[in-house]
């Protein structure tokens, strides 16, 4: 049964910071596991998610980059951590940092699935967020999607990093107040943790 795309509404959905969102695909980005909190969040049954596309949440304030970079990364077979803002069934949002998993069969190469694991995103780092992908957005629907590419390789060089460093940098970042705290807080600023995030070059290089 096909289902109707939902009306976006400026409603924000308040996520459980301690909760994960998780879903997991065959290699063509269909949905085969959504979990409990999945199907809460997402406003659909377990039954509307099983064998959909997972465009189903898909947030027309997304821009396309960020997906073709996903599916650049699937197809390389490598780990990404994405941030993507979501629509839910009765048109609300919410913003998940995303961590993509490519399960490949060690025999054949393929891919035998893709998960998905979600969390919250902190507050204080959204505005960078929204700021970049309003950008990319306006690129694209008034330009085209090659030039938001080199928008996006731009963004990144200038600040010499890939799409992953930039997502691991902004988690990294300690919310204003505490910065505040001590002098130390200011001159060491966050730690980015270790990441894998060789894809992006491989992708725009070639
Ligand atoms: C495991 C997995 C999880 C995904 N999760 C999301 C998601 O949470 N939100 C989303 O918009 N797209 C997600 N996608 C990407 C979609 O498959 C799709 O590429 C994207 O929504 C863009 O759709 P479109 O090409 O129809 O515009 C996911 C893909 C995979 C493989």
Do not use: C
């Not at 976006?8 to 301690?18: F, H, Q, S, V």
């Amino acid at each position: 049964m096909a289902i109707q795309r939902p009306t976006p509404t400026n409603k924000e959905i308040i996520l459980d910071p301690a909760k994960t969102i998780v879903s997991k695909t065959d290699n063509k980005g269909i949905i085969v596991y959504a979990s409990d909190y999945f199907i809460e969040i997402s406003g659909y049954s377990l039954t509307e998610l099983m064998g959909k596309p997972h465009n189903i949440i898909r947030h027309p304030d997304m821009p396309k980059v960020v997906f073709e970079m996903l599916w650049q990364s699937i197809k390389a077979k490598q780990n990404m951590h994405a941030v993507v803002k979501n629509l839910s069934k009765d048109g609300s949002y919410y913003w998940v940092m995303t961590d993509f998993k490519v399960d490949v069969n060690p025999e054949t190469g393929n891919i035998i699935a893709i998960q998905a694991s979600r969390k919250a995103v902190p507050k204080h780092i959204l505005p960078e967020i929204e700021k970049l992908y309003k950008d990319l957005l306006a690129i694209e629907k008034e330009v085209g999607m090659a030039a938001s590419v080199k928008y996006l390789v731009g963004f990144l060089e200038e600040n010499n990093m890939t799409y992953n460093d930039w997502v691991v940098k902004m988690f990294a970042k300690p919310e204003e107040s505490k910065q505040k705290k001590g002098f130390l807080g200011k001159i060491l600023g966050g730690k980015a943790a270790n990441n894998d995030g060789s894809f992006f070059s491989k992708y725009f290089n070639s």
